[in-house]
């Protein structure tokens, strides 16, 4: 009797574990990886700031947030792709280091059936059509071009046509930098501007305070410089300051990190452009998340970018 009880008892408690088992696995949530570019960049800490408060606050899914040592380290964006591969998340999302060099990885990843949203930086679009991708392979971001010709129509009209600038490049072989350099050509075309050099110094603070310091040394009467990014901004304005010109050489930046908002509001830096970096990983996952529900999106779904002045700083 007690063995014959004993065999419902457990047949019941399988039938429990049988019929509770989907329901758990429907309540796992989905992870989510984010591949971001260097964290030794003010602009990409504050913006894994704001994927973590996203997902804390949101809290239907799993972060796990990764980042490079240095703006050309592709190699650990690779290595990171490779290990989210390994743990089977559900969504990647990344702002890619170089925009020829991570399609490979991306392509893997699809291929394992993980979903990928390209945010911040383009995946180069010749790349992505010769993978299989597809040239509209979807991209969360600004339009990198208008923005640096909305801050570089700013420096035009405040030096004046005919003034000389210098462009300060990014990494070449990330397509946001060469969107910025052709929306920074456009504003010296429009205003006729004396472009006495354009090099890059690959985002590094270090590396645009060195080839500054060397440009100043070429080009004393330079008026104006265009950086990419916010990082080579503080490296020109400190060669600037150690040449003793500060104020007399204006200087436009991207991304509106905190320690540029400062030299703005002392006057040591004319403008940069916001394109929202606590939002823009948080933009991405939420775009990633209605795929995962079953919308099909793909092209590009452009993010906001706004010129930040002495002004708006108040």
Not at 138 to 155: C, H, K, Q, T, W
Not at 209 to 225: A, F, I, R, S
Not at 271 to 289: C, L, R, S
Request: glycine content about 10%; hydrophobic content about 45%; overall charge negative.
């Amino acid at each position: 009797m007690f063995g014959k009880m004993f065999k419902v008892m457990l047949v019941g408690l399988l039938l429990v574990a049988f019929i509770a088992a989907p329901a758990l696995a429907q309540d796992k949530k989905p992870v989510v990886g984010l591949v971001m570019k260097s964290l030794a960049n003010e602009f990409f800490k504050t913006m894994e700031e704001g994927a973590q408060k996203f997902a804390k606050e949101d809290g239907t899914f799993e972060l796990i947030a990764v980042g490079m040592n240095s703006e050309t380290d592709i190699d650990t964006q690779v290595s990171a792709m490779e290990n989210f591969m390994a743990k089977k998340v559900d969504l990647i999302v990344v702002a890619p280091a170089d925009s020829v060099g991570m399609v490979a990885s991306v392509k893997k990843a699809v291929d394992a059936g993980i979903t990928v949203v390209n945010f911040d930086v383009t995946l180069d679009k010749q790349a992505l059509k010769e993978s299989g991708l597809g040239e509209d392979f979807l991209f969360v971001g600004p339009d990198n071009a208008a923005g640096s010709e909305i801050v570089g129509d700013y420096l035009g009209k405040t030096l004046g046509e005919g003034a000389k600038v210098i462009i300060i490049e990014g990494n070449p072989g990330a397509d946001n930098a060469k969107q910025r350099k052709e929306g920074f050509m456009r504003s010296v075309e429009k205003f006729k501007l004396n472009l006495l050099d354009s090099k890059t110094a690959h985002w590094e603070t270090e590396e645009a305070n060195t080839l500054m310091t060397n440009l100043l040394t070429k080009y004393p009467d330079v008026q104006g410089v265009m950086c990419a990014n916010d990082s080579m901004v503080l490296g020109v304005e400190k060669a600037i300051a150690a040449a003793g010109k500060t104020g007399q050489i204006q200087i436009v930046g991207f991304d509106n990190i905190g320690a540029v908002q400062k030299l703005i509001k002392e006057g040591k830096v004319l403008a940069t452009i916001d394109q929202f970096g606590p939002e823009m990983a948080a933009n991405a996952i939420k775009v990633g998340m209605r795929i995962l529900k079953g919308e099909k999106l793909t092209g590009w779904q452009k993010t906001e970018v706004k010129l930040i002045t002495k002004d708006d700083l108040k």
